[in-house]
């Protein structure tokens, strides 16, 4: 699969680190039938450029290109409160010269809070040029072309990003982790029998399965929803994937089969707690000194933890879970995943 003829921006100049959690595995393994686990590995996806690291900046290396070649002077993109994605897309404007602004979709009612810490307190301080909220279940892509109008307006020109970077060309990114890991397993000697990614946008997973697909890497990959169920998840994921094929010119028709989700481990709703999450942070930081973020990776994690007590992965499988990140939105949430049963976002 030849990337090359993509235009692309580099701000990650090194491969992330593959790596054992040999105190993580011990602890889960007590916890699952029989007192066996899988053996979990890591992706450090959460140690990519742009500060401080996480998955959408794979995309952006993409996306960013783009808008550059197109003679963009700002990015426009959209997220919740909190949003990774509206953070990372800032730090890449910022390293480019670029301005930024973002539509806000306040998922749940009056979450959003300029003065928050986490970030919100990025977006301050890298300084975005403009916000605007609206409600949960507003016309994204219509909020996201007026604030381009407007911008057009000012005699500029704005390159818009879709929400999570999730769309073909942003999903060449996670096509360039495939063959990173692949390269990475092959030197390591290490042999991986299941991937665990979270499945939100659907950028990242389907990014991957076009990857896996295309590069031969026969490893079955599960996406843990972070916002929804399966059956509203995996046709999202399914025409990610099969876009990023379209886009890369591969005669190759992504099957459901192709496309593995989980659900119930993001309930009440997106981006509000639960206990699972809660449990999943504490565990990877006490035994390996690894933060998750509460929103996506803490409840990812919370998934792989459920599924290995269901005995859904066999005893001793190598597992690899791709961290992407979030780590900004951990402050934001300080007192619940310290495990005070009163905290609210």
């Given at each position: 699969m030849d990337l090359s003829r993509f235009p692309r921006r580099r701000y990650t100049p090194f491969a992330t680190p593959l790596e054992f959690l040999p105190n993580f595995t011990k602890a889960l393994a007590a916890s699952c039938p029989g007192g066996q686990g899988p053996e979990v590995w890591i992706k450090r996806d959460d140690m990519l450029g742009l500060f401080p690291g996480g998955n959408k900046t794979r995309k952006l290396e993409f996306l960013v290109a783009d808008a550059l070649a197109q003679g963009a002077d700002t990015l426009v993109t959209c997220g919740a409160?909190?949003?990774?994605?509206?953070?990372?897309?800032?730090?890449?404007?910022?390293?480019?010269?670029?301005?930024?602004?973002?539509?806000?979709?306040?998922?749940?009612?009056?979450?959003?809070?300029?003065?928050?810490?986490?970030?919100?307190?990025?977006?301050?301080?890298?300084?975005?040029?403009?916000?605007?909220?609206?409600?949960?279940?507003?016309?994204?892509?219509?909020?996201?072309?007026?604030?381009?109008?407007?911008?057009?307006?000012?005699?500029?020109?704005?390159?818009?990003?879709?929400?999570?970077?999730?769309?073909?060309?942003?999903?060449?990114?996670?096509?360039?982790c495939a063959q990173e890991l692949q390269q990475q397993l092959f030197e390591q000697g290490v042999q991986i029998d299941r991937v665990v990614v979270g499945s939100g946008s659907s950028g990242t997973h389907g990014g991957l399965v076009a990857g896996f697909l295309g590069n031969h890497i026969n490893i079955p990959i599960v996406g843990i929803g972070v916002s929804r169920d399966p059956a509203d998840q995996q046709p999202l994921v399914l025409k990610e994937a099969q876009a990023v094929c379209g886009l890369l010119g591969l005669d190759i028709t992504v099957r459901p089969q192709d496309v593995v989700c989980v659900g119930g481990y993001w309930q009440p709703k997106y981006s509000v707690p639960n206990a699972a999450m809660v449990e999943a942070v504490q565990l990877l930081a006490r035994t390996e000194g690894i933060p998750l973020d509460p929103v996506y990776t803490g409840k990812i994690m919370a998934g792989l933890i459920g599924l290995a007590r269901q005995g859904y992965f066999k005893p001793g499988e190598k597992l690899l879970f791709l961290h992407t990140g979030g780590l900004p939105s951990l402050h934001a949430y300080e007192a619940v995943v310290l495990g005070d049963p009163a905290a609210t976002r």
């Open positions: 409160p909190q949003s990774n994605h509206c953070r990372i897309t800032l730090a890449a404007a910022v390293k480019e010269g670029l301005k930024c602004r973002f539509v806000i979709e306040e998922r749940v009612p009056d979450s959003y809070d300029v003065n928050a810490s986490g970030n919100n307190f990025m977006f301050r301080l890298m300084g975005v040029e403009a916000i605007t909220v609206v409600p949960g279940g507003s016309n994204m892509a219509a909020a996201m072309q007026k604030m381009a109008d407007e911008v057009a307006a000012l005699g500029r020109k704005a390159y818009i990003i879709p929400g999570g970077g999730s769309n073909a060309i942003g999903g060449l990114g996670y096509v360039a």
